[in-house]
């Protein structure tokens, strides 16, 4: 069953969310939903198995997080949200915190890279929410440190990305681990077979809320393109970020041009940062809160920040490489425009890979406008290696004490 949405959303007042909260979210001047808040919030309050559809940046998290923290707080029980990367993860925690706190729920968050007794530490509070990847997760169930048997509400966050990192046979084994009798919401940007499945395996008669039609870009994005030789881009690069104020989000596909795009971009004279799987997390971690703060004007990513990345007011997004899967093409732009907020998008595309464009261009049922190449500047000579700032080093935390015992997701 789908649920369509009303033309014109009410205010979080005319849904029935408890006092409290309502208080909490007027304190935040969070007064109108978006539609799939607005949409999803009433049924999932009934316990509803949900799948919500819906494009990146659109609020997701509250429209499972305040059903999740009212319900807890009414009939007890425990949360888990499941996400596909650790930044995700910490960005769920930081948009449930302000609501959870108040209401003396607290919450942890379990991600690979992350010192594993300072999680066990963390279960010593008693934390009634656990965000978690997949993978660290399993870790804890494997060696019996956690259990989930108290669970009574579940949420699989951005599930088609889960799955297209092959998180599948994860998923399934933490589905072992948490009662038959629960509340469990899916959300996704799209809505491949895969997702069906699960649902249809997993879910109790979910209803389908939808929003936007899979593939549908943010709403406010100018999108452009340039062809472009590969030996050329890194001076098309220096051009546009010359031009453009504001913060720029640059992706790469892979690790290795994603390093070496930043290496390049610095002998610009703009700060920038990376983010890709060869980082650690406290690296991760310090490259997205510099870029929030305005550290670094520039952030250069792999598609692990294609979502996940919560950050207002990114001016540009600029895809230095197409990505291999047009829906990626989807997110890496919903990073810009949030928020119903204006962006840009600007892909470059060498003359070899039109069937590339075409593919995005059929998902998004629209054709992306080609700019004519503009004088580039002179190619820049790479920089020694040896100009590149030190690590960060993972912070040490301090160790807990006792053995490894069965908790009860704690």
């Given at each position: 069953?789908?649920q ?11 849904l029935?969310?408890?006092?409290n ?12 939903p ?59 925690e ?23 007794e ?20 399993n ?8 259990t ?8 699989l ?62 709403e ?32 790469s ?16 004279g ?14 991760r ?55 119903g907020r ?44 040896s ?15 006792g053995?490894?015992?069965r908790?009860?997701?704690?």
């Amino acid at each position: 069953m789908t649920q369509n949405i009303p033309r014109h959303p009410a205010s979080f007042g005319a849904l029935p969310i408890a006092p409290n909260l309502l208080r909490m979210l007027e304190q935040r001047k969070l007064t109108s939903p978006t539609p799939i808040q607005h949409q999803a919030i009433p049924i999932a309050l009934e316990g509803k198995d949900i799948i919500g559809i819906a494009q990146t940046g659109t609020g997701k998290t509250l429209a499972f997080g305040i059903p999740m923290l009212q319900r807890l707080a009414q009939q007890g029980g425990r949360g888990l949200v499941i996400v596909p990367t650790r930044e995700l993860a910490y960005q769920v925690e930081d948009a449930l915190i302000p609501f959870a706190t108040p209401l003396n729920i607290r919450t942890a968050v379990f991600v690979g890279g992350a010192s594993m007794e300072r999680q066990l530490q963390m279960l010593r509070n008693d934390p009634r929410i656990l965000v978690a990847t997949p993978g660290r997760l399993n870790d804890h169930l494997e060696r019996r440190t956690v259990t989930l048997r108290e669970v009574r509400i579940l949420v699989l966050d951005e599930a088609d990305q889960m799955l297209d990192m092959g998180f599948k046979p994860q998923i399934e084994r933490i589905l072992h681990h948490v009662p038959k009798q629960r509340q469990t919401m899916l959300f996704s940007a799209t809505m491949p077979p895969e997702i069906v499945k699960l649902a249809a395996a997993h879910m109790d008669l979910p209803l389908r809320i939808e929003v936007a039609p899979a593939g549908t870009a943010a709403e406010k994005v100018e999108q452009e393109l340039f062809i472009v030789k590969r030996e050329d881009k890194l001076a098309l690069l220096e051009k546009l970020l010359g031009e453009y104020a504001g913060t720029v989000l640059v992706f790469s596909r892979t690790k290795h041009g994603a390093k070496k795009i930043t290496r390049m971009v610095r002998a610009m004279g703009h700060s920038a940062a990376e983010i890709h799987a060869n980082r650690s997390l406290a690296q991760r971690r310090e490259a997205l809160e510099g870029f929030k703060t305005g550290k670094y004007r520039i952030l250069v990513a792999t598609d692990i920040a294609a979502r996940g990345i919560d950050v207002t007011g990114i001016a540009v997004v600029i895809n230095f490489d197409l990505p291999d899967d047009a829906n990626d093409y989807v997110h890496r732009i919903g990073r810009t425009a949030r928020a119903g907020r204006e962006g840009r998008a600007i892909s470059f595309a060498s003359p070899d890979q039109a069937a590339g464009v075409r593919g995005i261009e059929r998902l998004l049922r629209m054709p992306i406008r080609r700019l004519p190449l503009p004088t580039l500047p002179a190619r820049r000579a790479p920089p020694a290696a040896s100009e590149e700032p030190a690590q960060h080093h993972r912070p040490r935390y301090p160790s807990a004490r006792g053995g490894h015992q069965r908790r009860r997701f704690r």
